[in-house]
């Protein structure tokens, strides 16, 4: 579908198990070629893909926002990340090695850090592109092929990924796409020639592919859902404070799984924050997200709109106060009137127990929560399922330290939320899912060691 505007764009056949099977073998006969080529050769490869992406940035960026709904000028954000983290793990690909080790005697020992061989990555709908560069850029740059499942949402643009590839110059099938839902990934999730999973997605999801996995001793990297704290010290800049909230909520029309959703904030400034986060809401641009002013375009589908509306009539219903927004929104142009569009929301007066605090929404529904001492609200903060993230705003650094020590969230921001350099390990902890996309910590997920010891006299036998 069009989200912006409802009007179906394309039509796309599910892949069933021959298909994926196809794609498996395809990827596997690739590995073989790739896996033996230097990490140098390899990086080349993976340089001229982040050249094309940013050559084509304004096209893919297009292509993403009618994909997604997602504001152009997000969408320009996640193109760049994306060639970003190619160029990243290409620099990456050289250096990957193993260590020598010196034992008694002139032996020795030494270890091979090897690709795992045809990887699956299964993608969510709220970063297409950029979540399918993040999982293929460090299992190609390990050596490893792999074989993708974009959302059925979002099908288009990882389309487009699997073409530059081949136009930089991965062996063919190195990096195969397939389309489907719940019956795709399990014919990936059960292959018996896939090496290992990694999944973006939601909790319950995650939970089954874990399950098929273990059927085949298979690695899996899970990132998954979120209900992250933001918490507002009284000393905080109170301007940066508002940018902050508004970043940790309002991204990808809340649409993100490391949003800082319960909004703590210091009693003291209560009034003064709301207040400033209200009005600033308030002047969020809906509408047709590629226009170049428009800040919030449209949710991915009527369904997932109409969820959203539920989660907030339920926290009126247990006496949250909608401070703004919440409700639907009809844009004045008549080819958008049956997009999936919506007010951005922020909710007071909420409690800890609240469906809205306790639940994760994935829509732009804030819910501010007051605190009085630091030792209350980072105890209040951990209490949750979840732990992709949380964020601090002080001016004091020993207690900004202090409190994301504290938290136990995998992805910590201070004075800052949803900044994500593809230089810093990204994942969660408790239900979140683990393993880590982004950083060095990812070449970890995508290779395995293999130890070598070298006896350089006789064998000494007991026997």
Partial sequence: FKICSGRVISKLLCSGEKEVDLAVQSAKAAFKIWSQMSGMER?????????????????????????????????????DISWQCLEYYAGLAGSLAGEHIQLPGGSFGYTRREPLGVCVGIGAWNYPFQIACWKSAPALACGNAMVFKPSPFTPISVVKLAEIFTEAGVPKGLFNVVQGGVATGQFLCHHPDVAKISFTGSVPTGIKIMEMAAKGIKPVTLELGGKSPLIIFSDCALENAV??????????????????????????????????????????????????DTRMGALINRPHLDRVQGFIKQAKEQGAEVLCGGDLYVPDDPKLKNGYYMRPCVLGNCTDDMTCVKEE????????????????????????????????????????????????????????????????PFGGYKASGFGRENGRAAIEYYSQLKTVCVEMGDVESVF
């Fill in 43 to 79: 990086s080349r490869v993976l340089l001229e893909a982040a050249r094309i992406i940013r050559e084509q940035r304004e096209e893919i960026a297009t292509l993403e926002t009618i994909n997604n709904g997602k504001s152009i000028f997000e969408a320009r954000v996640d193109i």
């Fill in 243 to 292: 940018n902050g909230a508004l970043m940790a909520n309002f991204l990808t029309q809340g649409e993100v799984c490391c949003n800082g959703t319960r909004v703590f904030v210091e009693r003291k400034i209560l009034d003064a924050f709301t207040k400033e986060v209200v009005k600033r809401t308030q002047k969020i641009k809906i509408g047709d997200p590629l226009l170049e």
């Fill in 361 to 424: 929404i994935f829509g732009p529904v804030m819910s501010v929560l007051p605190f009085d001492t630091e030792e209350e609200v980072v105890e209040r903060a951990n209490n949750t399922k979840f732990g992709l993230a949380g964020g601090v705003f002080t001016r004091d650094i020993q207690k900004a330290h202090r409190v994301v020590a504290a938290l136990k969230a995998g992805m910590c921001f201070i004075n800052n939320y949803n900044i994500s350099p593809v230089e810093l």
